[in-house]
């Protein structure tokens, strides 16, 4: 009867993603243990990393045990950085120094549409360099690749809060720091390259934010939503639901300006997108190849049109551009004996992966290995979408690939996937 509760830490990207807190918490349950609270994870890929879960699983638990919420504090929370002008002009660092930690600098040696022109879905290859670099990969991997904000909407951003873009700084992290950050770089820099300002806020930068509010309305609206209170409910759920970033927040809450040295534990850092790596070493081995859609959706709202921060970025990237990237393992694993037959399903753009081991296959066989048979199933709406077309009609040729199409919107009954694997 002992009462419990497990809160888990981890990266989503892996496919043991929390297993040792999904344990506990069966196992616990399973020895006659009261589970207080269903099991909450902090997942590294949130828009504040772990701190994401935890403090929207926190209040939960409080709850639950019986105990008063912990009070707002009555004071905004002492800088954990030490920023300080160092002047104006050409920034201290380039712009392709600044590396997040982890990343590696890779060249764009291509980017291309892989259908029609003013077609209703932006779907591209995209091809990096990593000849002469320490980046490797295997088929089946990930390439992870950070964004960077775009300049017009940092200048913009910049002069809502009163800040000067070509300012240099010098900054110091502090006990409590949570964010990297070059020790010199520009104003600008910080808002384009390192702080994550058009995405998500969470609970606690409402938080914090309502210190700096010198209007009593703004302060009052903004610990409503700290509190939980039903005007703060619907406030949040508004925003929510216009997919409200930091900088909309800011801009609805004029009077409510924190300084920089502030805002860089406040906001979390940009964070890097994963996408599958549509090649494989054996047929590119100085190249990463990406196939990726443009995600963009509009505001009900307001009817702006919004594009994913990533695939945003990367669309508007031409060659000879670096860009930040890191290979991630991934949870395909291929049958070590090339005889043994795979069967693939993909939809859209993930058919990337697939293409990878294709090429892995057509490369063993060229060499004269035996290889298994490939079955490829692949599905998007029409034929116009069918990515990389002629190559895989060239692999069926050289007697290793079966391709099985379904284009649901071609023909009057819609036909899927499923429909080919059952056939």
Known sequence: GTKFAVFGLGDSTYSQFCVAAIQFDTRLGELGGQRMLKRGVGDDRDEDRYYTGWEAWLPELWKVMGLPQMPLSQEAPAPCYRVDVSGTGKPPISDDDIVPPGAAKLTLLHNSLLVPEKYDRDIRHYEFKIEGTPVSYKTGDSLAVWPRNPLDKVEEFCKEMGFDATQNLRVLPMEGARNWCPQELSVRQVFSHVLDIFGKPNRKFFETLSFFAKDEADKKALQSIV???????????????????????????????????????????????????????????????????????????????????????????KPGTTMMCAVRQSAIVLPKEATKPVIMAGMGTGLAPWRAVTQERICQHRKGEKVGPCHLFFGARYNAEYLYKDEFEGYVKEGVLTMHTAFSREQARKIYVQHRIVE
């Open 227 to 317: 509190e939980n209170s039903a005007e703060g409910q619907a406030l949040y759920r508004d925003l929510t639901q216009d997919f409200a970033h930091h900088a909309n927040v800011f801009k609805k809450f004029k009077s409510a300006r924190p300084p920089i040295e502030q805002l860089l534990n406040m906001i979390p850092v940009l964070k890097p997108r994963s996408y599958s790596i549509a090649s494989s070493p054996l047929m590119h081995p100085d190249k990463i190849q990406l196939c990726v859609v443009l995600v963009d959706w509009t505001v009900e709202s307001t009817q702006e049109l919004r594009l994913g921060e990533a695939t945003g970025y990367m669309r508007q990237q």
